[in-house]
């Protein structure tokens, strides 16, 4: 019988240490990615020694085939009590997400990550506003996180309602910060909120300004870029298919 630090029984995550076992050991063999941190951690949360080696390529790599799984129905068994368990202490994510709010778009299910993996930042039409910079900033800059993960959607409702110039309260001014991709957009069909094509172009053009936004308003996170310790990437999610088309 396994018993852990608290004296519980990890009877239950036998199945998870094998699966581990077997692809953090092709992974180790491969690259040294992510994965084969996973393995060599168990079902515990990255360590700051585990996170400090990966470089940012390998966790792109753990992204992308984070992503298969999740696509693939095949995620990984996460025993998310010894992940909070092994985290409480403190907290050493190797991503950071910047997501839209849209309940269909969860970036730890998405990417198949754990408790203490990545940061979550989440606001409608994943816009860049300088409170989200602040967070990015400490995510990377202090806390260490050396990927900035910048993803959008098909079928967003703030893409929609930046087409329409909807008027709603506060919402009136993050709108206004998804302008610039519609101006920005080049589209041969009707320019519609009603033409799916259209609205997913503005979006995916969306990524691309918010990642220019990044390292436009943020001289610590552009500084961070240039020294290589950092990689600002996008990424555009398929409601339907579950796939993640990645941006440079």
């Known amino acids: 019988m396994c018993v852990s630090r608290d004296g519980g029984r990890l009877d239950d995550v036998s199945g998870r240490r094998r699966f581990l ?23 515990s949360a990255l360590t700051k020694e585990q996170r400090d080696r990966l470089t940012t390529s390998e966790i792109l790599d753990e992204l992308k085939r984070g992503n298969e799984r999740f696509r693939s129905g095949k995620p990984t068994p996460h025993d998310y009590r010894d992940q909070k368990r092994s985290s409480a202490a403190g907290e050493y994510p190797a991503v950071a997400f910047l ?22 930042a989440r606001i409608a039409g994943n816009v860049v506003n300088d409170d989200l910079l602040g967070s990015l900033e400490f995510a990377c ?17 703030a893409i929609k309602g930046a087409i329409d110039d909807v008027e709603m309260g506060n919402l009136t001014g993050l709108l206004a910060r998804v302008k610039p991709a519609i101006t920005a957009t080049t589209f041969a069909g009707a320019k519609s909120s009603k033409n799916a094509a259209y609205v997913d172009a503005v979006a995916r053009t969306n990524v691309t300004v918010g990642l220019e936004n990044l390292r436009r308003r943020s001289t610590i996170l552009a500084d961070l ?20 088309e990645f941006i440079s």
């Open 225 to 244: 870029e240039k020294k290589k310790a950092l990689l600002l990437v996008g990424g555009m999610y398929d409601l339907t298919t579950g796939a993640v």
């Open 141 to 157: 800059a202090v806390a260490g996180a050396k990927v900035i993960m910048l993803f959008g959607h098909t079928a967003c409702g």
């Open 99 to 120: 997501g839209c709010i849209d309940s269909r778009a969860p970036a730890e299910i998405i990417f198949d990550t754990g408790i203490g993996d990545g940061f979550n």
């Open 21 to 43: 076992t077997t692809f953090g050991a092709f992974s180790l063999m491969a690259s040294g990615a992510w994965a084969g941190q996973m393995n060599a951690r168990g079902d």
